[in-house]
């Protein structure tokens, strides 16, 4: 069982990136599937998720109208769309997945994503 995060990057302000969140020895369409992020110096938290039931999403009010999650089944993956990018999304950032958000089972290794001009 084993969750890979990719697509982190340095982007400028405003800008856009988008997160993969790929999946091997299980099928994340069973799991709610959260994005996490840990910035330098602070505690990690839940960014968003997205519910295995129903597809319910959930998001941290202060990325609420600029990041999407998304499931991509055929795939067996979870994109993170992120736009309007700040300074203060830089983390970063794992995908990880549970019987139902915030009750998380496993967790991948990260990736970086540095907002900057």
């Known amino acids: 069982v084993q969750l890979q995060a990719s697509g982190g990057g340095l982007v400028q302000p405003g800008g856009s990136l988008r997160l993969s969140c790929a999946a091997s020895g299980f099928s994340l369409d069973h799991y709610a599937i959260g994005w996490l992020r840990q910035a330098p110096g602070k505690e990690r938290e839940g960014v968003t998720c997205i519910s295995a039931r129903d597809g319910s999403t959930y998001y941290l009010d202060s990325v609420k109208g600029r990041f999407t999650i998304s499931r991509d089944n055929a795939k067996n993956t979870v994109i993170l769309q992120m736009n309007s990018l700040k300074p203060e999304d830089t983390a970063v950032y794992y995908c990880?997945?549970?019987?139902?958000?915030?009750?998380?089972?496993?967790r991948g290794q990260g990736t970086q994503v540095t907002v900057s001009s």
């Open positions: 990880a997945a549970g019987g139902f958000c915030g009750g998380y089972q496993f």
